[in-house]
């Protein structure tokens, strides 16, 4: 059963740096091999790699991957440096491939 689809991309500037929201909601009901997607990626900037400040993938209610981990000039810029010096969390219920950004089938991979 297919249905209505979105895909949104925003950029947004924050300071000297830039992100880039990407939302993929998938026009069937979220799987393991087509979750939905959410991103905020501040892209490469003067030889710098690229940071992923936040990735959520849902496939089911057995398939859930969250992670933040927002950039020391995020945190300086809003002024969060001053209590929190480095943050990065991971939330996950089944084993998220953040390269082909499925879920895999067998958990215990």
Known sequence: MSGL????SVKLKLGQDSYNVDL???????????PFLFSVVSPEKGGQPANTLLEVAIGNS??????????GSLLKETGVDKVVENLNVVVSEGKYNKTDKKFDKDKNK
């Open 5 to 8: 689809s979105a895909v949104i």
């Open 24 to 34: 993929n909601i998938p026009s069937a009901t979220p799987t393991p091999d087509a």
């Open 62 to 71: 057995s398939n859930i991957y969250i992670a933040v981990a927002p950039p």
